[in-house]
């Protein structure tokens, strides 16, 4: 017996087995296997792009909070004069001065007044 | 049309039967006779040749699995046919197949002259020990004579996995057929 004889005596095979191998589908096995990964990726790939949106929500408006910015759109009638918004600059440069040092605002130096400059 | 149908068309000796079998298995036939003789014209002699087998074997007989039955013929006619040392030239796949099959034979078994059908009994057993994927794979390459790289876009599988599953399988069949020529 050679390989040619081996080769030629599958020809001699179970026709149960020649029809397996023609209907054993391919694609089915690809399948199986692939489409619980398939799924997988995509509710990773949902999870990853929902944490993330939720990450970046999370900074920017913790950051509003910080500088006390309204978060919400709202109207002129909506803000109160009462309790009118901070700017970033007023928070950071606050207008009250240390304790016994003239406030410069309104006031000018007496020097500088235009009220004396006129002749007396 | 069902592969009852068109037996039943052969048993009434009607000539329709052939031009359903071809409509139905023709293509899959000339892929199967392509792959062993890599000629589209001796693809479709052989092919031809098997509708002709066919017509003359039934009746008597009426086959279980129509298509088993169409390709056996067919795949026996082109192996037949082929010209193996042109084959061999030409590096033909069904040449490097011959040599695989060479390596799962026993040193004992090469003086041993074997009939078809005895040979056919044992390899049926031998592959009723394989798994499943195991059994369609070696098939797949060795009686559908398809390449390894078909194989491995077919079945999702990378192609050096494809090799090592045949490899294990042909080691089996090597182990195999030593036992049997103890027995037989």
Request: aromatic residues 8%.
């Amino acid at each position: 017996m050679n390989g040619k004889e081996l080769l030629l005596g599958l020809s001699y095979i179970s026709p149960k087995y020649i029809e397996e191998a023609k209907n054993y589908s391919a694609s089915q096995k690809r399948i199986r296997f692939r489409k619980p990964l398939l799924i997988a990726a995509v509710i990773a790939l949902t999870l990853l792009l929902v944490g993330c949106a939720v990450a970046a929500y999370a900074r920017i408006h913790m950051r509003l909070v910080q500088h006390n910015v309204p978060t919400t759109a709202q109207t002129d009638e909506d803000v109160s004069d009462t309790t009118p918004a901070r700017s970033v600059i007023a928070s950071c440069y606050p207008q009250q001065l240390p304790g016994g040092l003239p406030s410069g605002r309104g006031v000018a130096p007496e020097s500088h007044h235009p009220e004396s400059l006129l002749p007396q | 049309m069902e592969d009852a149908k068109i037996v039943e068309l052969f048993w009434a000796r009607n000539e329709d039967a052939i031009k359903e079998t071809d409509a139905v298995y023709g293509r899959r036939l000339n892929a199967l006779a392509k792959n062993i003789l890599q000629s589209r014209e001796d693809a479709e002699e052989s092919v031809n040749d098997t509708y002709m087998e066919t017509w003359e074997a039934i009746p008597p007989q009426r086959p279980r699995y129509f298509f088993a039955f169409l390709a056996a013929i067919c795949r026996h006619l082109s192996l037949t046919r082929l010209d193996w040392n042109m084959a061999a030239k030409r590096k033909a796949e069904v040449v490097s197949l011959t040599e695989d099959m060479e390596q799962c034979i026993p040193d004992a078994s090469h003086e041993r002259t074997m009939r078809g059908k005895e040979l056919g009994r044992i390899l049926d057993a031998f592959l009723e020990s394989l798994p499943k994927d195991s059994r369609v794979i070696f098939l797949r390459r060795y009686w559908y004579v398809d390449t390894i790289a078909e194989i491995a876009r077919q079945y999702g599988m990378t192609e050096s996995k494809v090799k090592m599953q045949l490899s294990r399988t042909k080691e089996k069949l090597r182990i195999y057929l030593e036992k049997e020529e103890i027995r037989v």
